[in-house]
């Protein structure tokens, strides 16, 4: 009776998880059947695929240069990530290993820069960026991005995981502060780095706004660029703007997947013995 | 103290070694600036023999639309000036107006403004009064303005001086299923030179007889400019003043729209998508909106023969009234950061504004000419197989030139955006519609104080 009632109780779970699932799931999957459809087949509510994939990938490239855009979000956002967890990995370090009551007050102070939206800072953070010179550039594009709060706070609160003893033997064992950093502390925490460079890689491949703002020559377009200019035109081409959309979301997806299993562990604090 | 300062070196060497690793892109593009730079040199030194030598850098959006006619002007003028360069940056009209705003704002205009922009119309004079010093006045540059529609022209006239250059024609037209209103008993002739009351009566049998609204659209906002529109209507009087509660028109206008509304003819979609999914579907049996909408209506290949096109209805009980408007459509504009004024003016001169083949090569993507004369063209007499062989792009010309002058003002948008609201207060909330004129007047009051 009680293995019954067991059997019911999961079978009730996974359905309603199921049903859940398929909710959050829907708008992919929706995404992929439009990309194969016509545009009047798409705004007519058709669910089921169909076979214009090839023509809707001949549109897009004819009218837009999809591959530029997609070097340059790769570029953008592989320059951003590395940086970025280098960048917050030492400031998260840092304020950890040394830390004291100051650095711990200027770490209260950063975090209360989260609260702060992009929108208020953009207008002066954009000011300055002029002012140095730096619109319109690969560099100005990629600076707000280094160093993020929240990254700072993941590799701070994941280093408190990290055994205080080995640090205390490497420096017995005359071990530069610089080597321990690299040869332990690195090595150690690639969990951490997974789940931090998922996170960062995915900020910086949708990141629009900034783009938009920093960036105008045709050349320097990123993907997110090209899918909202393709939705201003007289007529918009649906199963066009469908196949740029999963282009678009597909090489997060795969970065997802593929660090999904250090991402959960990063994210929870773990660290590999 | 040794670690606070190794920690703080450790810091200070990977920030630098990456920033000093992104550089190498910005570098680049140093070069790319500097590139811009002696090509406009160049130009600079070669204007000095003839006019048309030199770049221009231009700002619009849709490849297949604006920046196709865009590149058919240049190849034009390339033909007389073959050291004309064009670049043209895709960029989407919202973000336009975030650009300029941010780059006036951050007093950076010189390093980021292109020559020339592309605006809506709705936004022209909004945009050319937001920034005064940014917009070049073109009104005694030797551009034949008279040549234009009038209507068209008095979307880019501020203050008596325009700032503008027209470019495709966003004349209103009513385009039917023709076989959807031969169910009901009628032909498109039934709905030519129409009032909205004989309007409305007509659409009830079509919709009694084939259960279809006459006519679809997002919000009331494109109905309610089209019908203002028609009969010279505006939501400001000639002073710039707001005109909305006391305004006969946009009272009579908001009537008929929720008489539409009521009697099921007119359908309120919730998004685009929805709006044209319902016109290729067959959902609703016509389409009202600037003429662009023929592209999307077009989209449907498989109803070739089967649509119509005529002029709108008028507005009856007010004056002024005509069956012809405009919504939508889009101006040139030459901005003051413009380094060759001389070679834009001469520019727009040779092709906008002066070539029956550049409207000629454009039109089968769909642009329609304002300027007059290009009209009479063999071309734009072409009868289109879709509409049941009509001559769709001589007719649309003829619309355009009898639209009627609009008051246009800064925060149109705002205003229209009002009333719309009101609109729904009333057909949804059972609001009074004089109270909710009264109240858009003064939310867009509060607005312009602001």
Not at chain 1, 19 to 40: G, Q, R
Not at chain 1, 74 to 86: F, G, H, L, P, R
Not at chain 1, 130 to 147: C, D, E, H, M, R
Not at chain 1, 220 to 243: F, K, V
């Amino acid at each position: 009776m009680n293995k019954t009632k067991f059997w019911i109780g999961r079978g009730i779970k996974n359905v309603i998880l199921v049903i859940f699932s398929l909710f959050c799931v829907f708008p992919l999957i929706w995404v992929l059947i439009a990309a194969t459809n016509t545009s009047v087949d798409i705004v007519s509510g058709v669910l089921v695929p169909g076979k214009n994939i090839v023509a809707n990938f001949q549109t897009l490239s004819e009218h837009y240069d999809v591959f530029g855009a997609s070097w340059n979000t790769i570029k953008y956002s592989a320059v951003c990530t590395v940086a970025a967890i280098v960048v917050c990995s030492i400031a998260g370090y840092g304020f950890e290993i040394y830390h004291d009551k100051v650095k711990d007050k200027l770490f209260g102070l950063l975090m209360l820069t989260m609260m702060i939206p992009f929108v208020a800072t953009m207008l002066p953070l954009y000011q300055s960026y002029a002012k140095l010179g730096l619109l319109n550039s690969t560099l100005g594009f990629i600076l707000p991005q280094v160093s993020t709060v929240f990254l700072i706070m993941l590799f701070r609160q994941n280093s408190r995981t990290f055994p205080k003893d080995i640090i205390e033997a490497a420096r017995i064992d005359g071990e530069t502060e610089l080597g321990i950093f690299f040869k332990m502390f690195m090595p150690t925490m690639k969990a951490t780095y997974a789940a931090g460079a998922t996170i960062m890689f995915m900020n910086a491949w949708n990141n629009y706004m900034w783009a938009r703002l920093i960036m105008s020559d045709n050349s320097a377009q990123t993907l997110p660029m090209m899918i909202s200019n393709m939705t201003t035109g007289h007529y918009i081409d649906y199963g066009m703007l469908m196949l740029a959309v999963l282009i678009s979301t597909l090489p997060t997806l795969i970065v997802f997947f593929a660090l999904q299993k250090s991402f959960v562990q990063g994210m929870t604090g773990a660290v590999k013995g | 103290m040794r670690k606070r300062m190794i920690a703080l070196f450790m810091m200070a060497f990977l920030v630098v070694g990456t920033l000093a690793g992104c550089t190498g892109g910005g570098s680049g593009d140093e070069g790319k600036k500097d590139d811009k730079a002696n090509v406009e040199n160049e130009a600079g030194d070669a204007n000095e023999g003839d006019v048309g030598a030199g770049k221009l850098t231009v700002w619009c959006w849709d490849p297949t639309f604006n920046i196709n006619a865009m590149n058919a002007a240049a190849e034009i003028y390339k033909k007389d000036h073959p050291q004309f360069e064009l670049e043209v940056t895709e960029i989407s009209s919202g973000d336009i107006i975030q650009k300029l705003a941010t780059s006036t704002s951050a007093g950076n205009t010189a390093d980021v403004l292109p020559d020339v922009i592309l605006f809506d119309d709705s936004l022209v004079a909004q945009e050319v009064v937001s920034y005064p010093d940014v917009f070049m006045d073109l009104t005694d540059s030797g551009i034949d303005f008279s040549q234009f529609s009038e209507g068209k022209v008095a979307c880019s006239v501020v203050d008596g001086k325009n700032y503008g250059v027209p470019f495709d024609s966003g004349a209103a037209i009513a385009a039917y299923r023709t076989d959807i209103l031969e169910d009901a008993g009628f032909t498109i002739d039934d709905f030519t030179d129409v009032t909205w009351s004989e309007w409305i009566k007509k659409a009830k049998v079509v919709k009694e007889k084939t259960g279809k609204a006459l006519i679809n659209g997002q919000s009331s906002y494109n109905q309610v400019t089209v019908m203002l529109k028609s009969c010279g209507g505006s939501f400001f009087d000639e002073d710039g003043n707001l005109d909305i509660a006391g305004n006969e028109k946009i009272k009579r206008i908001c009537e008929l729209y929720l008489e539409m509304l009521e009697a099921g003819v007119y359908q309120e979609e919730v998004g685009w998508d929805t709006y044209i999914g319902n016109i290729n579907n067959g959902n609703v049996a016509g389409a009202m909106n600037g003429c662009w909408i023929m592209s999307s209506i077009q989209a449907a290949d498989n109803q070739s023969g089967l649509w119509a096109i005529t002029n709108v209805p008028s507005v009856d009980g007010v004056d002024d009234a005509t069956n012809y408007s405009s919504q939508g459509g889009s101006t040139w504009t030459i901005t003051t950061e413009c380094e060759n004024p001389k070679l834009a003016i001469d520019f727009f001169n040779s092709t906008f504004a002066g070539s029956e083949e550049l409207y000629d090569n454009i039109l089968p993507s769909g642009a329609i000419a304002t300027w007059i004369p290009a009209g009479g063209s063999e071309a734009y007499s072409q009868e289109v197989e879709f509409y049941g062989n009509q001559p769709v792009y001589s007719m649309i010309v003829e619309y355009t030139s009898k639209i009627p002058i609009c008051m246009t003002n800064a925060y149109e948008a705002s205003a229209r955006q009002a009333v719309c609201t009101a609109i729904s207060n009333v057909a949804f909330s059972g609001a009074d519609l004089d109270e909710e004129l009264v109240a858009a007047e003064e939310t867009v009051s509060f607005e312009m104080e602001r």
